[in-house]
C-alpha cells in the first residue's frame, strides 16, 4: 500500500480527497517536530507539506521510499529541491490557487497601514478616542512600487488601479508587454525604492533574491514611505527594517513573513509602526480548500496514474504534445546506444531532427539519458535525477536540432561516445506504432525497437544468415524479426535480429571467434517494455 504522510495542517476538503479510493494509507501529523519527521520518513512514499515543514537535506536522506514531495501552495523554498531532485524525488507545488487570498491580503495590509487601523483599534479598546492622532492617508494618487510582478503582483497591481494608485516595478524577468498590460511602468529596482510612496514586495525567495531589500536601499526610501512584504521575510534585511523603523525614517511596514517563523522575541514586534500577521496571506477558506484539492489530485494522480502536473523539478512543464510519443524512443535509443560500447561513455549527443526541431526537446534528452544510464548506474534513473547522475559520472550531454530529417517526419539520434569509440543509433514513433529502429551507425535498418536482440557485424559474404540461424535454431532460441543493412557489395554488413528469449553470453562469445564475424552483441530492453512510462 502507498504510505502518504500530511505534515502540516491542510484542509479537510484535500484530506478526503487523499483517502477516497482506499489507493493510497494517510497519516496527518500536522506540526511534527523536525527530528521525528526525520525518524519517520522512511515509511513514506508521499509528503505534502505547507510551509511549516523544513524539507531539509536529512529529510530528503531518511526518504528512503520517498518519491513525491507535494507543497499545497506556491514557495517551495522550505524544501531542498537539489537534494530532492539528486534522490530523483519530484516536488511539485499549485502555483495559482492562494495568489487572490495573498493579493487580498497584501490591500488588507496596505489599507489598514495608510488608515492606521491597527493601532485605532487598540486606542479606541483602550478606552480612547483619539481621531487626530490616527488621520491616515489616501491610497488614491500614491505611487506604489511592485517589487516582483508575477501571479501575487500582478493581482495586487490590478487591485490597487482600482483605488487610483501610480503603478512602478521592477523584475527582471518580466516581459513589457506584460507590464504595459497591467499598467505598471518598469524601472530598475533603486528608481523604484526611491519614487515609490508604497513598497510592496512580490519576488520569490531564491539565492539571488535573499535580502534583495537591504539596508543601502531602505535608506533610499522617502521618509513617508511604507513597505510591505506578504512574500518570504528573507526577502527583507529585517535588522536594517528595523533600524529604520526605529529611528522613525520612513512612515511604516506591514509584514506577514519573518526570516524566522514563528518569529519569536524578533525586535519587529516591539515597533508601533508596523503591522504584523502570522504569515496569513493564503490563509482563508476559499485557498485553503483550492491549495489542498489540487495538491491531493496532483500527487493522487502522480503515485497512481504516474502523471505529473506543476513539477518544480522535472523537465515537463510547458511540454509540446508532440514530444509524448518520442519520450519511450528516446529511452530505448539510449538503452540501445550504451549497449554497443565497452569502455566507460564520455559523451552522449541527442540530435532531433525534423517537426521535433521546433519544440522544447528538453524531455528528449532526458529520456536518452535515463535509457544510458538505467545500464550504468545502480541509482535508479528517471527524469528527475538523469542529469544529475550524468553529471557525476562526468558524462557530457549535448543536444542539436536539425530541421531537415531526410526521409521521416522525426526522427531521434543517441550518439554515444567512451575513450576509443563513438556509436550511434536512430530511431522514431510512427504514429498508432511501437517504437522502430532506423539505423546503427552506417547502417539503415527498420525493425521495432522492443524486446532482446542479437547483433552482429560482419563480411558481407554468402550464408552468414544462414549460419547465425543455425547457431540459434541449435540453442532452441526463436527469432522473431530480422532487419539487416549494407554499404556496399561485399563490403560490411549489419544483422539485427530479435529473439523471443535472451542470447547468453556464452554463445556471443562462442559467435565471437567464428570466421567472418566481426562483432556480435547481445543487446536488451527488455526491461523497459515493462516500465510504466510517465504521463504529463
Ligand atoms: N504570504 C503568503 O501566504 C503567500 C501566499 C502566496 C505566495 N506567497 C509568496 O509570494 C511571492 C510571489 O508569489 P507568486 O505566486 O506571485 O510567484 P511568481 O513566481 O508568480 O512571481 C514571482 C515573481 O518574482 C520575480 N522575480 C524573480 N527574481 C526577482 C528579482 N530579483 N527582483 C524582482 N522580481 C524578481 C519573477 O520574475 C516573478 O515574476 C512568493 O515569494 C511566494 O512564496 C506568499
Ligand atoms: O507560498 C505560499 O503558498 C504561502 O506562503 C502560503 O504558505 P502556507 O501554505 O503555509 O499558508
Redesign the pocket.
Known amino acids: 500500500m502507498i504510505k502518504l504522510l500530511v505534515s502540516d495542517e491542510l484542509s479537510k476538503e484535500g484530506l478526503d480527497m487523499l483517502r477516497k479510493g482506499g489507493a493510497v494509507e494517510v497519516d496527518a501529523k500536522p506540526n511534527i517536530p523536525h527530528d521525528e519527521l526525520v525518524k519517520i520518513i522512511g515509511d513514506y512514499d508521499a509528503l505534502v507539506i505547507r510551509?511549516g515543514t523544513k524539507v531539509t537535506e536529512d529529510v530528503i536522506e531518511a526518504g528512503k521510499k520517498l518519491k513525491v514531495v507535494g507543497r499545497a501552495?506556491?514557495?517551495v523554498?522550505n524544501v531542498d529541491v537539489n537534494a530532492a531532485t539528486k534522490k530523483g524525488i519530484l516536488v511539485m507545488n499549485t502555483?495559482?490557487a492562494?495568489?487572490i487570498?495573498?493579493a487580498e491580503?497584501t490591500m488588507a495590509m496596505m489599507l489598514s497601514l495608510a488608515r492606521n487601523v491597527v493601532p485605532a483599534n487598540v486606542s479606541l479598546k483602550a478606552g480612547e478616542w483619539k481621531r487626530s492622532k490616527f488621520t491616515g492617508i489616501e491610497l488614491n494618487g500614491k505611487t506604489l512600487g511592485i517589487?516582483?510582478?508575477?501571479?501575487?503582483?500582478?493581482e495586487v497591481a490590478k487591485r490597487s488601479k482600482s483605488f487610483g494608485m501610480k503603478l512602478i516595478g521592477?523584475?527582471?524577468?518580466?516581459s513589457p508587454e506584460v507590464a504595459v498590460k497591467l499598467g505598471v511602468r518598469l524601472m530598475s529596482?533603486e528608481e523604484v525604492v526611491e519614487q515609490a510612496d508604497i513598497i510592496t514586495i512580490?519576488?520569490?525567495?531564491?539565492p539571488?533574491?535573499f535580502h534583495?531589500i537591504n539596508k543601502d536601499l531602505i535608506s533610499k526610501m522617502k521618509p513617508t514611505a511604507m513597505i510591505l512584504n506578504?512574500?518570504?521575510g528573507e526577502?527583507i534585511d529585517s535588522q536594517a527594517l528595523y533600524d529604520t523603523l526605529k529611528e522613525k525614517k520612513i512612515a511604516g511596514a506591514a509584514i506577514?513573513?519573518f526570516e524566522q517563523e514563528p518569529p519569536t522575541g524578533s525586535p519587529l514586534l516591539t515597533l508601533d509602526n508596523i503591522v504584523v500577521t502570522p504569515?496569513?496571506?493564503?490563509?482563508t477558506k476559499e485557498a485553503q480548500e483550492k491549495v489542498s484539492v489540487e495538491m491531493a489530485e496532483a500527487v493522487m494522480s502522480f503515485l497512481v496514474d504516474h502523471k505529473i502536473k506543476n513539477a518544480i523539478n522535472a523537465p515537463v512543464r510547458g511540454m509540446d504534445p508532440k514530444v509524448l510519443p518520442f519520450i519511450s524512443v528516446a529511452e530505448r535509443l539510449g538503452a540501445f546506444a550504451v549497449q554497443l560500447v565497452d569502455a566507460p561513455v564520455s559523451k552522449i549527443n541527442v540530435t532531433v531532427y525534423g517537426d521535433l526541431a521546433s519544440v522544447d526537446t528538453k524531455m528528449i534528452t532526458v529520456s536518452a539519458l535515463m535509457g544510458v544510464l538505467s545500464n550504468l548506474s545502480t541509482e535508479s534513473p528517471n527524469i528527475i535525477n538523469a542529469s544529475y547522475i550524468a553529471k557525476e559520472k562526468g558524462i557530457q550531454v549535448m543536444e542539436s536540432k536539425v530541421e531537415d530529417s531526410k526521409r521521416y517526419v522525426n526522427m531521434i539520434s543517441v550518439s554515444i561516445e567512451s575513450e576509443n569509440c563513438k556509436r550511434e543509433v536512430r530511431g522514431t514513433a510512427f504514429p498508432e506504432s511501437e517504437p522502430r529502429l532506423l539505423g546503427i551507425d552506417d547502417f539503415d535498418l527498420d525493425i521495432p525497437l522492443e524486446g532482446d536482440f542479437l547483433l552482429s557485424a560482419h563480411a558481407d559474404v554468402p550464408g552468414i544468415i544462414g549460419r547465425v540461424g543455425a547457431i540459434l535454431g541449435d540453442k532452441g532460441i526463436n527469432i522473431a524479426r530480422m532487419g539487416l543493412g549494407r554499404k556496399d557489395k561485399g563490403g560490411n554488413a549489419l544483422l539485427l535480429i530479435s529473439v523471443d528469449t535472451p542470447v547468453s553470453l556464452d554463445l556471443i562469445k562462442e559467435m565471437n571467434q567464428v570466421k567472418d564475424f566481426k562483432e556480435v552483441r547481445t543487446i536488451k530492453l527488455s526491461g523497459l517494455d515493462s516500465r510504466e512510462y510517465l504521463q504529463f
Open positions: 510551509s501552495g506556491v514557495g523554498d502555483p495559482a492562494n495568489i487570498s495573498a491580503h517589487i516582483g510582478i508575477g501571479r501575487v503582483g500582478g521592477y523584475d527582471p524577468y518580466i529596482l512580490h519576488a520569490a525567495l531564491t539571488g533574491t534583495l506578504v512574500a518570504r526577502l506577514d513573513v504569515h496569513l496571506g493564503a490563509s
